[in-house]
């Protein structure tokens, strides 16, 4: 099992800090666990290799609001919580109707614990101690699933991504993508013929205050433009004046 690192990420600290945020989007993770240091050290590998937006919260009444009051693509959820108990959390998300892929994470292993977890609603349970390797796994599996993308490999055309290898190929052609182009690459991929708008982007790009890098998206779509086809004679990424972004099937210019 890998040590866990001592970094501290620099994360949301509380649900004031969402304020402001539009709903809709992708790949933002809320992690609701009481032991700050795990928390940390989860959200540090999410964010720095899969370039996820980390929220966290230490209460379970604290974290159950920020999950009713954000949109998110997975919950990491502990079972024993001050303020309100995981098992609690998880009834009341899919009581309200909520398909929000969940994975608790817990010391209780036995069998019992497991299946009850399970028949709660969760979507996979994890013992700890764990490797943080097989969360990350867990996580991008439980993500892909829930966007219909059971397999690793997203294919749009001669356009190919491969999400396990973190490896973009335009025809033979090996792209070399920034973390922040591949990540927004992929988001667009996984809405594959839907329209998603710069504040989708931005509000799952970055934790908060995204406002500040309201210009960027730009760049990252002429970069990613450029890159899948140096040519500008086949476009897989479209503007939609007024409204945002489609990655679909290329049309001719």
Request: with cysteine; glycine share 8%.
């Amino acid at each position: 099992m890998k040590n866990f690192s001592t970094g501290r990420a620099s994360l949301i600290k509380s649900k004031q800090d969402n304020r402001g945020l539009t709903k809709g989007g992708k790949m933002r993770v809320l992690i609701i666990e009481d032991e700050r240091r795990l928390a940390d050290n989860i959200a540090q590998v999410l964010r720095e290799r899969e370039k996820y937006a980390v929220d966290i919260s230490e209460d379970g009444l604290d974290g159950f609001y920020m999950f009713q009051s954000n949109p998110y693509d997975l919950v990491i959820l502990d079972l024993m919580l001050p303020g309100m108990g995981g098992l609690e959390i998880l009834r009341r998300i899919r009581q309200n109707g909520k398909t929000t892929p969940v994975l608790i994470l817990s010391a209780r292993d036995s069998t019992d614990d497991i299946v009850q977890g399970l028949n709660y609603g969760s979507d996979d349970y994890l013992t700890k101690p764990f490797d943080l390797g097989e969360l990350v796994a867990r996580c991008k599996s439980l993500i892909r699933r829930a966007y219909g993308v059971a397999a690793p490999l997203i294919r749009i055309g001669e356009l190919s991504i491969d999400t396990a290898a973190r490896r973009v190929q335009a025809g033979r052609r090996v792209l070399n993508l920034t973390g922040m182009e591949y990540q927004t690459l992929v988001y667009l991929a996984m809405r594959q013929g839907q329209i998603v708008s710069k504040e989708q982007l931005l509000e799952h790009l970055y934790d908060f205050n995204w406002e500040r890098f309201s210009n960027v998206i730009e760049v990252y779509i002429s970069a990613l433009r450029r890159k899948i086809d140096p040519t500008r004679q086949q476009q897989y990424i479209r503007t939609c004046r007024g409204q945002g972004y489609l990655l679909d099937e290329p049309s001719t210019k």
